[in-house]
């Protein structure tokens, strides 16, 4: 199913994360207690009508500061490129601007669909001003207010009017991609791959415009490999801004089950990294280090970097590290067995009987200190979703879990049962109903 994309733009402060959040139909949620990820989410897919689409939001374009500017550009121009259609979001209250000018110079050389969205029109100044918004030269024109709700439905009729409902067929295929900053290896990677031996290839097109998905035979089964093939394009604006360069692979990972962060042996571990591979967790996919480029390494063991590689990513000690050379093909062989082993972790099911005799003794192993007089109890547990793993614990008062007790469970479930790669979700509820 190809899934559009819809790119939200516009100058600073005109009300566009009011909007993407309404979108996508909620404050969107950051990742707690990882460092080194991005606290400001500018990509998720929303559904409108039973129309699936990605919505990616932009920062601010601002001519006066200069010395944000060209990034942030960038990071528009990423957007609009990888977009089918344009919301370009104005200040109905204020009147154009020369920052709104500039954003419409942007647009017209995209020469992509755009919807101006007038905002802020519940107070009277929007309504004077309305008509002067017409010298930007588009043609389609929807005055809005996203925090009163005036004009929603007809903004997202109009910008999903031409998107599909058809549903996406069930695949039950394995599907995992290959991710990572530029130049890590990635293409090498996978070509190592459909290059061995006992795989068997034949390619296909990607159901969405920046990958292109390979099916992949091995030991009889077949696997969907996916290559982010838009993160390969060349140009000032893909290989001057690094951290946009995440947006290449976000749908990539959503449609995975399993990502393979690829890390440059000789460069290191950098942010982008740990952007992408906390993306990645807090979408609940399959993980797998991939450290490439090992044979150019002559001076540390793998011990050595895997206790790095630990270090660097506390928040995913659970993960796999497989160490390779996707040019010289050395242990490559190592790679295949990994992936398959974390999915079947990622859809493993626990009997609810063994799953709550490990609940309960690491309960009563560690009995949790009582708050304010009140002590937590456990009273039974079950396992409630796969893709990844998630375990539902009935308690006497889930306000009483705290962040490091919720880890002690989360560790003595992976002690108890094999985990390797996969995230688990752990959610508490209330014994009397009360979520």
């Not at 009729?157 to 549903?167: A, I, L, Q």
């Not at 990844?388 to 992976?414: A, D, M, Q, W």
Request: net charge positive; glycine share 6%.
């Amino acid at each position: 199913m190809n899934i559009p994309t819809v790119a939200l733009v516009g100058r600073p402060n005109v009300g566009k994360s009011t909007l993407f959040n309404k979108i996508v139909g909620r404050k969107v949620s950051i990742i707690e207690d990882i460092p080194g990820v991005t606290r400001d989410r500018i990509y998720q897919q929303a559904t409108y009508n039973n129309k699936p689409f990605y919505l990616i939001d932009t920062g601010g374009i601002d001519e006066a500061k200069m010395k944000f500017n060209n990034e942030i550009k960038m990071q528009a121009e990423i957007a609009i490129e990888d977009a089918d259609i344009v919301i370009f979001m104005v200040d109905g209250k204020e009147g154009i601007t020369s920052n709104d000018l500039v954003v419409r110079d942007i647009l017209r050389r995209s020469k992509k669909e755009v919807v101006v969205a007038i905002n802020k029109m519940d107070t009277k100044k929007a309504k004077e001003n309305i008509y002067d918004f017409y010298e930007l030269g588009f043609d389609d024109y929807i005055p809005i207010s996203s925090v009163h709700n005036i004009g929603f439905i007809d903004l997202m009729d109009r910008v999903t009017n031409k998107f599909s409902e058809v549903e996406e067929k069930e695949d039950n295929r394995l599907k995992f991609s290959i991710i990572g900053r530029p130049n890590v290896g990635k293409s090498s990677l996978m070509n190592a791959l459909l290059n061995e031996e006992r795989v068997v290839v034949s390619d296909v097109a990607g159901t969405t415009r920046d990958s292109v998905d390979s099916i992949l035979k091995y030991h009889g089964e077949e696997y969907v490999m996916i290559d982010t093939a838009g993160m390969r394009k060349k140009g000032k604006i893909f290989e001057s801004v690094e951290k946009y360069s995440l947006l290449r692979s976000l749908k990539s990972i959503d449609r995975s089950d399993i990502c393979l962060v690829v890390i440059d042996a000789e460069q290191g571990i950098t942010e982008h990294d740990k952007h992408i591979t906390g993306y990645t967790i807090e979408r609940g996919k399959g993980l797998i280090f991939v450290v490439n480029k090992w044979d150019t390494v002559k001076d540390t063991t793998i011990n050595d970097y895997k206790k790095l590689m630990r270090a660097e990513f506390q928040f995913a000690t659970y993960a796999p590290i497989v160490f390779l050379s996707a040019l010289t093909k050395k242990r490559i062989h190592t790679l295949m067995p990994e992936i398959i082993k974390v999915g079947e972790n990622i859809k493993k099911e626990i009997p609810t009987s063994i799953l709550n005799n490990v609940i309960l003794d690491a309960y009563n192993l560690n009995i949790p200190p009582s708050y304010k007089g009140r002590r937590l109890k456990i009273f039974f547990s079950s396992q409630t979703d796969i893709k990844p793993p998630k375990f539902t614990i009935r308690v006497n008062n889930k306000g009483l879990i705290h962040f490091s007790y919720e880890r002690y469970l989360e560790n003595k479930l992976r002690e108890n049962f094999d985990l390797e790669g996969t995230p688990i979700v752990l959610k508490f509820k209330n014994r009397n109903g009360d979520d």
